[in-house]
């Protein structure tokens, strides 16, 4: 078997047969990783140290990523670009006890799924009911309305009328839960949602996601599109990819 080796520690690399070489194993294995490492002498001198770091714990987003690597440092089948660079992170690597991760700050994904179940309530909350999810409305709006992020429950100002539309709109599917993708929340209705045979003959570009379930009918998001009419027809705002990148709810 043909090793790299590196005789000083300004020498180039070379392959060596290993059988020709002094080999030494050595482990230790704490709480978090169980590790294993080689090396080989030549002459007394250590020309080539390899390790294997097999971790008890590893971070979900990292396993299909990484996989094991070698020394904890180099993918297995990557020669490092830097004799220098890796002398120095090979040490460290050994003297630590094996690989770390570095903390992160950050908001924790978790937390946006929570809020989405109303898990949290930092401020005055509400008693439920009951751990049932509530009930969601979508409402339209005319393109003349001034609906947007300053909406805090639905209101019947601005919003569309005519034959087989009910003033608060219809209900909406909410057959998948929210959930991650990535880091970001996401969450989408699980069906098109649908005015059947509608005659709407002012203009309309808004569609109010609201709670029908609270008492206030709280507001979730405002969102538009091209500016409509109907007569007699019926008007469906099809969904989008429950993604990360196109969920019609997200929080990131």
Known sequence: ???????TPVAP?????????????????????????VEYALGG????????????????????AIGRTGGGLWPTDTEPGSRTSRQQRALAHLQLGGARFANTQAMCSQFKVDIANGLHAFGSSVVRAGT??????AALYLASASRGAGDTVYSATGEVSGTNYTAGGVAVTTGTAPTLDGT????????SIV??????ATA???MLLYNDTSATKLAVAVFTFGSQTVTAGTFTLTMPANAAATALVRIA
């Open 1 to 7: 078997m043909l090793i790299t080796i590196q005789r």
């Open 13 to 37: 690399f070379t392959l060596m047969n290993a059988a020709l070489l002094n080999r030494f194993d050595r482990s230790f294995e704490n709480d978090h990783e169980r590790t294993s490492v």
């Open 45 to 64: 001198r250590i020309v080539h140290r390899s390790a294997e770091v097999r971790l008890k714990e590893w971070p979900t987003f990292l396993e299909t």
């Open 132 to 137: 049932t999810k509530d009930s969601y409305k």
């Open 184 to 191: 970001t929340m996401i969450f989408t209705p699980s069906a």
């Open 195 to 200: 005015y059947t045979t509608v005659t709407l």
């Open 204 to 206: 309309f570009d808004a």
